[in-house]
């Protein structure tokens, strides 16, 4: 079973908004922290958004903070992100990925995830 299988990225002029979905298996779902990481062409991976394990705490990048919102639907082991007031610069490949040990969901760190999915391609036009 794939761990983690992202959907929802597409075209979206400045100002839009999309939702991104994670849909992840059961051994993926909420084990550790669970996260949004982004890279666009010629960057290095961004954590833009985490959750704890329960969904009691999350941290986003200061890029995102307030735009951006990540949630978690229990029922159907999904995680998502919410993205709002988008700008070109959010344009980039955008990638769920699932911790494998303890982990501290405000450090945004990609390293700390083990479990990634293939990723969404979201890209914003001016």
């Known amino acids: 079973q794939v761990p983690l299988v992202e959907s929802g990225g597409t075209s979206v002029q400045a100002g839009g908004s999309l939702r991104l979905s994670c849909a992840a298996s059961e051994y993926t779902y909420m084990r550790y922290c669970m996260g949004w990481v982004r890279q666009a062409p010629g960057k290095e991976r961004e954590g833009v958004a985490a959750?704890?394990?329960?969904?009691?705490?999350?941290a986003y990048a200061a890029s995102v903070e307030g735009r951006f919102t990540i949630s978690q639907d229990n029922a159907k082991n999904t995680l998502f992100l919410q993205m709002n007031s988008l700008t070109p610069e959010d344009t980039a490949m955008y990638y769920c990925?699932?911790?494998?040990?303890?982990?501290?969901?405000?450090?945004?760190?990609?390293?700390?995830?083990?479990?990634w999915g293939q990723g969404t391609q979201v890209t914003v036009s001016s």
């Open positions: 990925a699932a911790a494998r040990a303890y982990c501290l969901p405000w450090r945004l760190s990609p390293g700390d995830f083990g479990y």
């Open positions: 959750i704890s394990t329960g969904g009691g705490r999350t």
